[in-house]
């Protein structure tokens, strides 16, 4: 594995470690780094984890999320530890600017810097590199990199619920293009270890409130838009409607999907009001990539098949701008 030596040079006295990911964080992300911080403490290292926001409760679980810092409300202590910091592991993402205003103090702090990531385009900002964008998940890599240093015997049970949560969330449940033999090999290590592989997708699942399953109702019954003509499906939400639901954090995960499930839809988008902007998430199935489409129309990217992305312009304006350019591609999503 590139640059597996090069860590290991790193890791070979006991260091400050910092490990950081991309705001607002998913199963994947947060798993990520729980699962290596697990692992370096195990390895005599200093290990905190910042994420730049909070995160969804059904991820709560995971062990050592109560020794989770998040920066917003913290910015001094994450601050301090930014700047004292050996080396800073920068997880599932792939640019500074992911990480919110805590990338630039992450850009700015003398630390030798280690990207794990698996989306496209990494900025080049790490001392150290592991992207892999055929990685079907973040946690796939942590679970290849401590078994390339050697130490697969380190992973332990929470360990392995937290890398499986990781892997199940990104794949959708093993589901996606990105789920080759490789994964369902990891996934049968991790049970071997002992990780309780309905216990994990119960905990991610199956723990709605009945608030955010009326949301859920609301969202498909009179948000769903779609446009045959485009092979396109849309839902449009305002800030109202996340405070009529008391919409927390999490609560609009997974929503994309469901426009995505019609048949006929290559394309599928889910476009939400928030206080800092308007937040953006899309799908497609096959050939049509939304990271192309996201990067060149909404400041955004990721996968081929799984975007994010973002507008300064209103709901309704972003709306329009959304609709005004699926002419561009009509070619192409009806393929």
């Given amino acids: 594995m590139q640059s597996i030596q090069g860590l290991r040079e790193l890791l070979s006295s006991p260091a400050k470690i910092l490990i950081t990911t991309h705001h607002k964080p998913d199963a994947d992300a947060l798993g990520s780094s729980l699962a290596l911080r697990g692992y370096l403490l195990k390895k005599g290292h200093n290990v905190s984890v910042v994420t730049p926001t909070d995160y969804p409760t059904f991820l709560n679980w995971m062990n ?36 919110n205003k805590f990338g630039e103090s992450v850009r700015k702090s003398a630390a030798k810097k280690v990207l794990i ?14 992207s892999d964008t055929s990685s079907a998940a973040t946690a796939e890599l942590i679970y290849k990199i401590i078994t390339a240093l050697g130490d697969n015997a380190l992973i332990d049970v929470p360990m392995g619920e937290c890398i499986y949560a990781g892997i199940m969330t990104d794949t959708g449940s093993f589901r996606h293009p990105s789920t080759n033999k490789q994964v369902h090999l990891i996934a049968a290590e991790l049970i071997d ?62 929503l994309v999907n469901y426009a995505l499930s019609l048949h006929g839809v290559t394309m599928a988008a889910v476009i939400i009001e928030r206080p800092d902007g308007i937040k953006m998430s899309f799908r497609s199935n096959g050939e049509f990539s939304v ?17 994010g992305g973002r507008s300064s312009l209103s709901l309704k304006e972003t709306e329009k701008k959304f609709l005004s350019v699926l002419p561009e591609y009509k070619e192409e999503l009806s393929k």
């Fill in 64 to 99: 050592g999320n109560d020794e989770v810092i998040i920066f917003e409300g913290n910015e001094a202590k994450a601050n301090k530890l930014c700047e004292e910091a050996d080396i800073i592991f920068c997880l599932d993402f792939n640019a500074l600017s992911r990480i």
């Fill in 193 to 254: 270890k002992g990780v309780n592989t309905s216990k994990v997708h119960q905990l991610i699942y199956d723990n709605n409130t009945e608030v955010r399953l009326r949301f859920l109702g609301f969202a498909l019954s009179e948000k769903l838009v779609v446009l045959k003509e485009f092979h396109t499906a849309y839902m449009l939400l305002n800030g109202n409607e996340l405070s009529r639901f008391d919409s927390k954090t999490g609560d609009t995960e997974g």
């Fill in 291 to 307: 990271n192309d489409f996201a990067r060149k129309y909404f400041e955004g990217g990721g996968h081929k098949n799984a975007a």
């Fill in 117 to 130: 990531d698996h989306h496209l385009e990494p900025e080049n900002f790490a001392t150290i590199s592991f």
